[in-house]
């Protein structure tokens, strides 16, 4: 494997979607090519900022109460 | 301590409303929040999305009875607001773009912060709103694969079926979009000050 595709698939190893073949490969290539690891690095940083920035938000309480009150007449 | 010749009586069995509604809390109502956050997403904005949340719902547990209890909630609700969403508000929200997805270049962000931010410090400085705000500005075949993927954490697979495509294009639509958006938001980051560079 070389650095090109290798960074092709460095979401599908991060998401956990990876054949056990495909990890494997990419293991291997990221022992061997420290700068590759580094982009690795920066990516799961990435992936992780993007998953802390955007599941805070939730349905307003009053969405809540409408829902109820449509579905069920409370 | 019951005696054997003592036994309680059987508690009434509940009427099969109360049990279609239980059921209902316990699997579908659960997924509120996931609808809302994805509705705002997709309609651009809070009002929209609370009544393309409502509409989901009443139709849901409309068809509650079709639904194979014990599966896969969350993704049968999701299916069920994303044609809501094509169907009715779509039309008159956003309007689909004529983009080309293909002619969308991403740029090469770890290329440009390797030497002086490597473990990517910039992004803690980069707020909620903005991230969002950046997430409404991408074309909508990337806006809704991401928030599937980043925002609520559903697999390749979950994400094919909702969105009824293939997993290949989960994936390449997911690498591509992650990329603009890490594009945008090195840019931002670069008119902030939060990082030296060049803006792409």
């Known amino acids: 494997m070389n650095c090109r595709e290798c960074v092709e698939h460095l979401y599908e190893f991060l998401d956990r979607e990876a054949t056990p073949e495909l990890e494997r490969d990419i293991r291997q290539h990221l022992e061997e090519c420290p700068p590759c690891g580094e982009q690795f690095d920066f990516e799961a940083v990435y992936l992780k900022f993007l998953r802390a920035r955007c599941r805070t938000q939730g349905a307003p309480e009053e969405l809540k109460r409408r829902v109820l009150r449509e579905l069920f007449g409370e | ?200």
Do not use: C
């Open chain 2, 1 to 200: 301590m019951a005696t054997p010749n003592k036994t309680p009586p059987p508690p009434p069995s509940p009427a099969p409303v109360d049990e279609k509604r239980a059921g209902f809390e316990r699997e579908a109502l659960v997924h509120l929040d996931v609808l809302y956050r994805v509705a705002l997403r997709l309609t651009g904005n809070a009002a929209d999305a609370d009544d393309l949340v409502q509409e989901t719902m009443l139709k849901a547990y409309r068809a509650w009875d079709q639904y194979e209890k014990g599966t896969n909630a969350k993704g049968w609700l999701l299916t069920i607001l994303r044609h809501a969403f094509i169907n009715e508000y779509r039309r008159r929200t956003r309007h689909p773009e004529n983009v080309d997805l293909d002619t969308i270049e991403p740029f090469a962000v770890f290329g440009e912060v390797q030497d002086d931010d490597p473990q990517g410090a910039f992004f803690d400085k980069i707020v909620d709103d903005e991230v969002l705000r950046e997430i409404d500005k991408l074309p909508e075949a990337f806006r809704e694969t991401l928030v599937l993927s980043d925002v609520e954490g559903m697999s390749y697979q979950e994400i094919a079926k909702i969105l009824e495509i293939p997993v290949g294009t989960v994936k390449s639509r997911l690498f591509r979009a992650r990329k603009v958006l890490q594009g945008r938001l090195y840019d931002y980051a670069v008119s902030q000050g939060y990082i030296k560079g060049t803006p792409a």
